[in-house]
């Protein structure tokens, strides 16, 4: 009787971890903002066919350095194309840039950190040291350097940045990995005679993804600048395919007879950095309640 | 002492694996480096000369060795456009990156700390809301397209300053002050906002700790309590975080030149990358990073000394 009693009452399901912090998420406006910017972003990036009101390298003599008016809102460039269209278009390249490397630094920056933080001994070392090394060179000056020996273009431009960025992964992966492999799941998880790989892979790499996302977020944003400015120096995307650095390189020539030329790329740099930098804050404050 | 000594030891690997990565960086060159490092003209004499010159026909070991021994006596090689040590132009445009630095370094530490503890003491109120806002600006806005805004008002709206170009201090030092405020400022924005981040938390944490509660207990002045316990302490962490900045202002540089035409060293790298003047893009790249490990070491040094508690 008393058994059925208790049956009847209707607890609350207990939240998973991921479903909390989902929450936490959801509650952080600041995050919710960032994240709705990156979006519209995205969907700026994925249908600038159709959106971009001209086509951004079509030039026209006659529209040259034409300030914002009704058929050009963002006005024209200096070889009279439409600098809005141009911004459209430029987001691609923002948005592949900050993806793609870093999607190259986890690629390479996850396993080698846990490699060095699970293996240990010299190969810890010989990682640790080569870490050091690349975090020695400041990142842009590294990113500059590499591109310069790839040649400019926008993918050595991406492998630049994202080689660059690399041994921040390392590191991070590598302590994480030094806090969770000391843990007593660990240790129980060994007792049972799973293996070092499956031990690595299925009980100490689920443990590091958390902070390894809050960083990837903001690396997107740090990739962003530096695409920016790699194009800015004319080490990324060449002319005439559009970027938001190569746009800025060019209106910093015409500040004094064009200057909404200098505006809209820079505004959309800060935006989409700002973005990807409060949804950063936004995530690191969900996963991990401890920093708040 | 001994830790002094301990930090030495370990930066010699680090520098080791530095001068591998960078020498390494010449193998990235697509096809023969000779011919590439020729430029476009492609003169058999420049490509048999650079092949000489750089031992290109030794193996990759022996190449390094000698680039090494080179680099261990301070010649850094020579530039091929204008046939200059690379050290001696290095020696040259950095007083002048420096003294951009150093006043950019001065912008950020007045404006971040100061910020950062005004935004402490009055937390969540609207000063702590501005001055959130303003590191969040600082830490998402492109520092030349800043700079291109500052020169469109300052330089061109209002003409109160120049748009661009170097005045030595040595030929007139007003000029050179007025020409190296906007890019000070553009190059010390994003430090300054670092900085009042740290600021801010150090902050939060001492003045939540029990001394600072005793001081406010018996009876001193609030002004007392900030500025001679809270921030003494609250400063510690800051100190190393700024000399590590300095090599991030380094790299900031490059792109500050560029905006204002300053012939400085950030300058010097990207004309160097223009004009495959490798030897330059190497040497550049090796003297900013041995200097960052160096300013590492200085700042752990310094947290030694200036933290009490290390000292023990």
């Known amino acids: ?292 | 002492m001994s830790f002094i000594l301990r930090r030495l030891g370990a930066i010699v690997p680090t520098l080791f694996f530095v001068s591998v990565m960078i020498f390494g960086l010449q193998q990235l060159l697509p096809g023969d480096p000779a011919i590439a490092m020729a430029g476009e003209e492609r003169d058999p004499n420049v490509v048999a000369y650079l092949r000489g010159k750089f031992h290109l026909d030794e193996p990759l070991p022996v190449r390094y060795g000698y680039w090494l021994k080179g680099v261990v006596q301070g010649d850094l090689g020579e530039s091929v456009r204008i046939q200059r040590p690379v050290t001696e132009l290095i020696l040259e445009k950095l007083p002048i990156t420096l003294e951009l630095a150093g006043i950019a370094m001065a912008i950020a530490l007045v404006i971040g700390i100061g910020a950062g503890i005004v935004s402490a003491v009055y937390k969540d109120t609207w000063i702590d809301y501005v001055a959130n806002v303003f590191a969040l600006w600082g830490l998402s806005t492109p520092n030349f397209w800043l700079g291109i805004l500052l020169i469109l008002l300052f330089a061109v709206k209002l003409g109160w300053l120049p748009a661009s170009g170097y005045v030595s201090p040595f030929e007139d030092l007003g000029e050179n002050l007025r020409s190296m405020i906007l890019p000070a400022f553009v190059l010390g924005n994003a430090l300054a906002a670092v900085l009042m981040r740290h600021t801010r938390s150090a902050m939060l944490q001492v003045l939540s700790s029990d001394y600072v509660r005793t001081a406010r207990a018996k009876g001193l002045d609030e002004r007392v309590v900030i500025l001679r316990h809270a921030l003494r302490n609250a400063l510690i962490p800051v100190v190393t975080l700024t000399a590590l900045q300095l090599g991030e202002l380094l790299s900031g540089a490059v792109l500050t030149e560029q905006v204002f035409s300053i012939p400085g060293f950030g300058k010097l790298i990207v004309d160097a990358v223009f004009n495959r003047d490798y030897s330059v893009v190497q040497g550049v790249v090796l003297f900013t990073a041995s200097a960052y490990i160096v300013l590492n070491l200085l700042a752990d040094v310094a947290y030694v000394l200036i933290n009490p508690r290390m000292r023990a």
């Open chain 1, 1 to 292: 009787m008393a058994a059925m009693a208790f049956a009847d009452i209707a607890l609350p399901r207990e939240l998973s971890p991921g479903e909390r912090a989902l929450r936490r998420l959801l509650r952080r406006r600041g995050a919710m903002v960032g994240l709705a910017v990156v979006v519209f972003f995205v969907a700026l990036a994925i249908f600038a066919s159709w959106i971009a009101p001209y086509d951004p390298l079509a030039t026209s003599w006659s529209a040259v350095r034409k300030a914002p008016t009704a058929a050009h809102w963002f006005g024209t460039d200096e070889i009279g194309r439409d600098v809005l269209s141009r911004v459209i278009w430029g987001t691609r390249a923002s948005l592949l840039a900050g993806l793609v490397s870093v999607g190259i630094s986890l690629a390479i920056g996850v396993p080698v950190g846990l490699l060095a933080g699970y293996v240990g001994g010299w190969v810890d070392m010989l990682i640790s040291r080569i870490t050091d090394a690349m975090l020695a060179c400041p990142f842009l000056v590294l990113a500059i350097a590499l591109a310069a020996f790839l040649g400019p273009s926008l993918t050595n431009a991406m492998i630049a940045i994202g080689i660059a960025a690399t041994p921040a992964f390392v590191r991070l992966a590598r302590a994480q990995v030094l806090a969770v492999k000391v843990e007593d799941y660990i240790e129980a998880a060994r007792a049972v005679g799973n293996s070092d790989w499956r031990i690595a892979l299925r009980h100490v790499f689920p443990n590091i993804v958390a902070p390894v996302i809050v960083q990837a977020t903001l690396a997107i944003a740090a990739a962003v600048i530096a695409e920016a400015s790699l194009s800015f120096l004319g080490l990324g995307q060449q002319p005439p395919a559009p970027s938001w650095g190569s746009m800025l390189n060019t209106a910093k020539n015409y500040v004094e007879n064009a200057p909404w030329m200098a505006v809209w790329p820079g505004v959309s740099i800060f935006l989409l950095v700002l973005s990807f930098n409060l949804l950063g804050d936004g995530l690191r404050d969900a996963l991990d309640p401890r920093h708040t």
